[in-house]
């Protein structure tokens, strides 16, 4: 089996609610975003899928986000906080989308979100 990441970043301003500390405060991070696809077969170019191919299409995904309010975005709204869980949950559904319509060999199992070198969240499937 191999596996494949990619990776890519954005920058953006949110607040949690219930959270009893400064996070409930207007403030920003600059997220770094990892994507991991798996599959067992390579083609004749002797990949599973072409980096190229998923940093565009993570790029895609996470540039929607970039210089953005989270809060304000549909995907997480007034209840759903922009949580780096929310948020990997987030991009994993768009990107699996992305991917499924061009129909490369691999699967997607797993988005990373870092929100700090020190603290990140995983979603994953599979
Ligand atoms: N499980 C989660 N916990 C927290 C999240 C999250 O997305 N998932 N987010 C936050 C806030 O976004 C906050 O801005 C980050 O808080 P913190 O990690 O404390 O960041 P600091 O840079 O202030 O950390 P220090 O290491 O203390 O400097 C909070 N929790
Ligand atoms: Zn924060």
Redesign the pocket.
Known sequence: MFELRVRSSFAAA?R?HE?PDQ?RRL?G?NWEVEAVVVGPELNAAGMLVDFALLKNELRQVVGALDHCYLNELAAFGPEKNP???NIARHIFTELKARLAGIGPAGVLTAVTVW??P??A?TYREG
């Open positions: 949110h949690l959270y996070c403030h991070h949580t780096a869980e929100e700090s020190a603290a969240a």
